[in-house]
């Protein structure tokens, strides 16, 4: 008789369950996070042909710095929120064990409020300088780019990224101090 294995760690995978993972946050962490990839792709192609125009043909990219900066931005802010989702983000759980599961309940619901808050004031402040970069047409030194857009990315990404951490504070919220691994 042969028996199937799985290659996780657990027997049964167990999907995650709450308002954090309905349907409309799963597409649109899903979109930012295909978002995320496609910027991830345009460095790792930007620096893969930048090295060999310069080494090989002696004619570096025009701008590729500044290209890897600006896209850069669209990586990180759109690849956060679905981090936050799976729960991806380092977590050091030096003192679980001495703080009990009331501890962490309530230091999972603190550090969740704290990054709302930080998100709050990134979306809010990457709002204005959107307004701020449209009504002066900012633009970048070498290539002209337009800055906008990434600010744009900047408040899109945090302000998911806020709306999965409310979720999640209401997932922890009704699911109690059982809701933890």
């Not at 620096?47 to 043909?57: C, D």
Request: proline content about 3%.
């Amino acid at each position: 008789m042969s028996k199937r294995y799985r290659m996780t760690n657990s027997p049964t995978i167990k999907k995650k369950q709450g308002i954090a993972h309905s349907i409309v946050i799963e597409w649109a962490v899903a979109f930012l996070t295909s978002l995320s990839a496609l910027a991830l792709a345009i460095i790792l192609c930007t620096s893969f042909v930048g090295v060999i125009m310069r080494y090989f043909f002696q004619t570096p990219i025009l701008g590729s710095d500044e290209i890897i900066q600006l896209v850069s931005i669209a990586l990180v802010m759109l690849a956060m929120p679905g981090t936050a989702q799976r729960d991806g983000h380092v977590r050091v759980d030096v003192f679980d064990k001495h703080i009990g599961v009331w501890g962490r309940f309530i230091g999972d619901l603190f550090s969740r409020a704290v990054g709302v808050y930080l998100m709050y004031l990134l979306t809010w402040r990457s709002w204005l300088k959107l307004r701020e970069a449209l009504e002066y047409n900012d633009l970048s030194n070498m290539l002209r780019v337009p800055f906008w857009p990434f600010y744009g990315l900047m408040a899109l990404g945090g302000a998911l990224f806020a709306v999965v951490l409310v979720l999640q504070i209401v997932d922890l919220i009704r699911g109690g101090t059982g809701a933890h691994d």
